[in-house]
């Protein structure tokens, strides 16, 4: 008995989300044989289910957090938290079976969850991060250059590195960036780089060539001073695995920088701007199905400036990047928070 099954691989969860939150893998195609379809079929959707529902999940919280959790996911688990599953294009010739299969997971269940054991999650798409490599070797010296053997590598996969912004690779970057930068972890004309690539995301990759091996550093941006986020050395570099491997270690140190702490509860009294009644329940709405806040309790209302007690989960930064990514702009200054439609 045979049977063979396609995934089609998932960086994120990010597909459209619905009225009810819904979170929808992506397309499975399955094919095999059997003298038992039935059987056989819900043996595939359900390792099709903890295919997708484990992507799905790390993609909330970081790798630490998964593998916590990863030891009380099982199907009965997992069952908790499908709120459909699709299949469409199904065929039986012969005891031979063919179809499409997407599932779909309840976003607020799995939020809930994840609130209610008091697990770190995000609460919005991770953002990218800027390379900026510098390909060192003894007589060649290749940093923002179209001829840098990592950026060629990185230009033939574009799309497989979601996180990843490569530079324009221009002039301009060649005045930006020069090697000192690499040698002092920190970049003389920062503020020009982030002005034209408008993200302060950045992560500086050195590789050092020598005669028998290449040692590659790789350093990840706080305000100016660069951490060092890796370093390995290879005989021959597998571009490949280096960049599968510094892709989820980017992803994994900004989900540990940008999480929400449920265990964190903060409130603020907060006046709303509104020019109309339609337009406060629009914000009220939106507020309400974000997963930061906790609840939303009226003080005052007006026709154009009400006041309402925000209790929420985690840091106020976080909120605020959170709120503006729905189009909500959400400030405090000298204790005094204002919310309005952006």
């Not at 997992?78 to 079976?97: A, C, G, M, R």
């Amino acid at each position: 008995m045979k049977f063979v099954v396609y995934l089609i691989v998932i960086l994120f969860f990010i597909d459209p989300v619905s009225s009810k939150e819904l979170l929808n893998s992506r397309e499975y195609k399955i094919e095999f044989y059997s003298k038992n379809i039935k059987e056989k079929k819900q043996e595939i959707i359900d390792e099709i289910k903890y295919d997708s529902f484990n992507k799905i999940i790390i993609s909330f919280i970081t790798n630490d957090e998964y593998n916590k959790l990863n030891k009380i996911i099982d199907i009965e688990f997992i069952n908790k938290f499908v709120f459909s599953i699709d299949i469409y294009e199904e065929k039986i010739n012969n005891n031979t079976y063919t179809a499409k299969i997407k599932v779909n997971y309840d976003n607020s269940k799995i939020i809930d969850f994840l609130i209610n054991h008091k697990i770190n999650f995000i609460s919005y798409e991770p953002e990218e991060y800027l390379l900026i490599i510098f390909d060192q070797k003894i007589f060649s010296e290749k940093i923002l250059s179209k001829d840098n053997r990592f950026y060629r590598f990185l230009s033939d996969n574009k799309f497989k590195y979601k996180y990843f912004q490569l530079p324009n690779l221009d002039i301009n970057d060649r005045f930006i960036i020069n090697k000192e930068d690499f040698f002092l972890k920190k970049i003389k004309h920062y503020d020009e780089l982030i002005n034209k690539y408008k993200n302060t995301n950045i992560i500086l990759i050195h590789s050092v060539s020598e005669s028998n091996k290449t040692k590659i550093y790789s350093y990840v941006n706080e305000f100016n001073n660069f951490k060092k986020l890796d370093d390995v050395s290879y005989k021959i570099i597998d571009y490949e695995f280096f960049f599968n491997s510094l892709h989820n270690k980017a992803l994994d140190y900004w989900k540990n920088k940008n999480n929400v702490n449920p265990s964190l509860i903060n409130n603020l009294n907060c006046k709303i701007k509104t020019i109309n009644l339609s337009e406060l329940k629009a914000i009220k709405d939106i507020i309400n199905k974000n997963k930061m806040i906790n609840r939303i309790e009226p003080n005052e209302i007006s026709y154009n400036n009400s006041n309402y007690k925000l209790v929420y989960f985690g840091k106020f930064d976080i909120l605020v990047k959170s709120l503006k990514k729905d189009k909500i702009q959400i400030s405090l200054l000298d204790n005094s928070c204002n919310i309005k439609i952006l």
